[in-house]
């Protein structure tokens, strides 16, 4: 049997989905936690078109809380992780897209600049 590979396609509407694959014939039974407890819902579904298995886990809205947050997908059976996500609430936030955007104006302040002086020596 070839090595499961989970692959996010997308979170929306508060739920995570991916696409497994190498998984073999029969439905995997996965296992998503967050600080160590078991998340319920999670669903499995087989997808003929991706020869794989469509993977949603929904997150729950009481363990939505500031800092990050993490969930890690692992397989019952062997008990390899096979994915992880985590997602980030907060004033933690709010400062790291604070210092990025700093970043960006100055970026862009370097490349006003240098595109200016460009216009000048070639015209």
């Not at 609430?89 to 460009?118: P, T, W």
Request: negative net charge; proline residues 4%.
């Amino acid at each position: 049997m070839s090595t499961p590979i989970l692959t996010k396609t997308r979170l929306y509407a508060g739920v995570w989905e991916g696409v497994l694959t190498g998984a073999g014939k029969t439905a995997p039974k996965l296992r998503v936690t967050h600080l160590g407890e078991p998340l319920e819902g999670v669903e499995v579904k087989e997808s003929k078109e991706l020869k794989g298995w469509l993977v949603h886990v929904p997150v729950p809205t009481k363990v939505l809380s500031d800092g990050m947050q993490t969930f890690v997908i692992t397989d019952e059976e062997t008990g390899a992780t096979l994915n992880s996500f985590a997602l980030l609430f907060g004033e933690v936030l709010a400062e790291d897209i604070r210092a990025e955007m700093g970043l960006l104006r100055e970026e862009l302040d370097l490349l006003k600049s240098a595109f200016r002086r460009h216009c000048v020596e070639t015209s």
